[in-house]
């Protein structure tokens, strides 16, 4: 089973909201990362985990806030976005070299 | 040089044809790569992974690794038009701090005509 759930699916926002995605696996993984994707574009890294520390920041806005409670779970919070923000954001959890992805959170930021 | 290169395409393959996918990459140290098929508005999927020189079969598709030429592919035999879809090759690529990325290709949009 390499199952990765995220909710919610969808999500519009407005620029002054705060919210958050969720992201869930029980495979035992104990790397998760988030990424943004645009549309035609590939995944592009946003945070890295790894046994539930924060190892990898690759310069994102501080208006993203990632949380690692446990080993299972990542949070992306979100706050004060811009339209530009707007994209699919993808979780992940790796097993040995591998990561698999979940199905994404599609945002739109208005 | 981006690290990881891929031809965008549009690639369209007759129904039954192979498709054939390139990569090429830039670390000469890389170790693991890795062939996703994203659908339009869904997530990436893994197709294939491959770690060592050669082919390696699974079903339908075939991926193959040459680390002297630093090139990886993706074969797909009997190509069905359920196989259109945006195909994503990534490597895992060692950053200047020690850490290890998965990089990805622009990805190739491949379209199976009937």
């Known amino acids: 089973d390499t199952e990765v759930t995220q909710t919610p699916k969808h999500l519009v926002m407005g620029m002054t909201n705060k919210k958050s995605l969720k992201c869930e696996q029980h495979?035992?993984?104990?790397?998760m990362y988030w990424y943004k994707q645009k549309a035609k574009k590939p995944p592009e890294l946003m945070f890295v985990?790894?046994?539930?520390?924060?190892?990898i920041n690759e310069s994102v806005p501080s208006r993203f806030s990632p949380e690692c409670p446990n080993s299972s779970l990542l949070n992306l919070h979100l706050h004060a976005l811009q339209p530009e923000d707007s994209a699919l954001y993808l979780c992940?959890?790796?097993?040995?070299?591998?990561?698999?992805f979940g199905p994404g959170t599609r945002l739109l930021v208005l | 040089q981006k690290e990881v290169e891929q031809n965008s395409g549009p690639l369209s393959v007759p129904e039954g044809a192979i498709a054939s996918l390139n990569c090429t990459y830039s670390?000469?140290?890389?170790?693991?790569f890795f062939w996703y098929r994203q659908y339009s508005g869904k997530s990436p999927e893994l197709i294939m992974s491959?770690?060592?020189?050669g082919d390696k079969e699974d079903g339908r598709f075939t991926a193959q690794l040459n680390k002297a030429s630093q090139y990886v592919s993706l074969l797909i035999r009997d190509s069905q038009p359920s196989d259109s879809a945006t195909y994503l090759c990534?490597?895992?690529?060692?950053?200047?701090?020690?850490?290890?990325?998965?990089?990805f290709g622009t990805g190739t949009r491949l379209t199976i005509i009937p």
């Open positions: 992940a959890s790796r097993l040995g070299e591998t990561q698999y």
């Open positions: 670390d000469r140290v890389s170790q693991s």
């Open positions: 990534a490597v895992n690529i060692r950053s200047n701090f020690g850490n290890e990325k998965l990089t």
């Open positions: 985990y790894s046994y539930e520390k924060l190892s």
């Open positions: 495979m035992g993984h104990r790397a």
């Open positions: 491959i770690y060592s020189n």
